[in-house]
């Protein structure tokens, strides 16, 4: 069955840290990758996504998440954070948006 | 562009009344998501239209749910009747085609009493 897994449920950080989410997925053949971005009250927004081609893929503000077909995983990566980077971020394999499957989210608390 | 509208942004209710929450798409999209996110299931699809059909709503959690879509620009999602389990963030959803990116609504915070 298709399924996603973000290891980490709650991450804190202080400010200028560097960020890497994990984010695995068992989905067959080719799929597309999202990460998309919660802030706090707000609606979710995407963050990047990868279809083919370069396997690091750059963001907004900062992030990068690098998909290695081997390891079945598309990791969010930021060389250092902000306060306003708070926010809850989710994963997101998919063939197409019709079976877009959210993975359970991470939680991303910076200290300033 | 407004990008995608929800209405109500809030709402509380008791136990046995019909709730209804609109959505709004970006004009032009083609395809209208209705997610669920809870904190014990985190965000589930419930259903999606593509030109204002429903394709799939295997999603939908029981007959108490039921969603329409009579034109592009204009959805709903009817609780009839409604639980203190429905409680939740309903979000709505748009894209133009079913590979372009999703595009949020700002959601409707359910709380069933």
């Known amino acids: 069955a298709q399924s996603v897994s973000q290891h980490n449920h709650h991450v804190i950080l202080s400010e200028a840290a560097s960020l890497e989410l994990g984010c695995n997925y068992s989905y067959g053949g080719t799929v597309n990758l999202f990460w998309y971005v919660q802030y706090p009250g707000q609606h979710l927004q995407l963050l990047l996504k990868y279809f083919s081609g370069d396997p690091l893929v750059k963001g907004i503000k900062g992030f990068e998440a690098e998909f290695i077909k081997s390891k079945f995983s598309f990791n969010l990566r930021k060389p250092s954070v902000q306060w306003s980077d708070t926010a809850e971020y989710f994963c997101?394999?998919?063939?197409?948006?019709?079976?877009?499957?959210f993975g359970a989210g991470t939680r991303l608390t910076v200290k300033p | 562009d407004a990008g995608v509208i929800q209405s109500p942004r809030h709402e509380v209710t008791e136990m046995g009344q019909e709730v209804t929450l609109r959505c709004k798409p970006i004009?032009?999209?083609?395809?209208l998501f209705w997610y669920r996110q809870t904190m014990m299931r985190g965000l589930e699809l419930l259903i999606y239209?593509?030109?204002?059909?429903?394709?799939?709503d295997s999603g939908m959690p029981e007959d108490r749910f039921s969603a329409k879509m009579p034109n592009a620009s204009f959805s709903t999602l009817k609780i009839q009747p409604s639980e203190p389990r429905d409680s939740a963030v309903y979000f709505c959803?748009?894209?133009?085609?079913?590979?372009?990116?999703?595009?949020f609504g700002e959601g409707s915070r359910l709380t069933v009493l």
């Open positions: 959803a748009s894209s133009l085609g079913a590979y372009g990116e999703l595009f």
């Open positions: 997101a394999p998919s063939y197409n948006n019709n079976d877009m499957r």
């Open positions: 239209f593509n030109n204002n059909v429903p394709i799939d």
């Open positions: 004009s032009g999209h083609d395809y």
